[in-house]
């Protein structure tokens, strides 16, 4: 069965840290672009970042960038997202989804998507 499975998320301080991972079952993760969204409540989805399938070129939206840092590790068919310097705009539902095709293909266009982890800034 192919699934992806999203975890780590929590309830953290405005500056604090989180990883949430993204754990692959049924395929290879390797061979997919790997893109990590969110959505916040009354918003719509935005594309956080991806980490390509060729060379694991990585990309991040501006909001994230210089905070949040993307990854994988093959050998556990995993993807991570280790979150730093958090804050309240960060407050979302994370989801990771898969596609071969390229980290810039629509969102509606990714093949595989997991079920989304809460990340929650508060103080």
């Known amino acids: 069965q192919v699934q992806l499975v999203e975890s780590g998320g929590g309830l953290v301080q405005p500056g604090g840290s989180l990883t949430l991972s993204c754990v692959a079952s049924g395929f290879t993760l390797d061979y997919y672009n790997i893109g990590w969204f969110r959505q916040a409540p009354g918003k719509e989805r935005e594309g956080v970042s991806c980490i390509s399938n060729n060379f694991d070129r990585t990309y991040y939206s501006e909001s994230v960038k210089g905070r949040f840092t993307i990854s994988r590790d093959n050998t556990k068919n995993t993807v991570y997202l280790q979150m730093n310097s958090l804050k309240l705009e960060d407050t979302a539902v994370y989801y990771c989804?898969?596609?071969?095709?390229?980290?810039?293909?629509?969102?509606?266009?990714?093949?595989?998507w997991g079920q989304g982890t809460q990340v929650t800034v508060s103080s």
């Open positions: 989804a898969a596609d071969r095709s390229t980290c810039f293909v629509p969102a509606n266009s990714y093949r595989y």
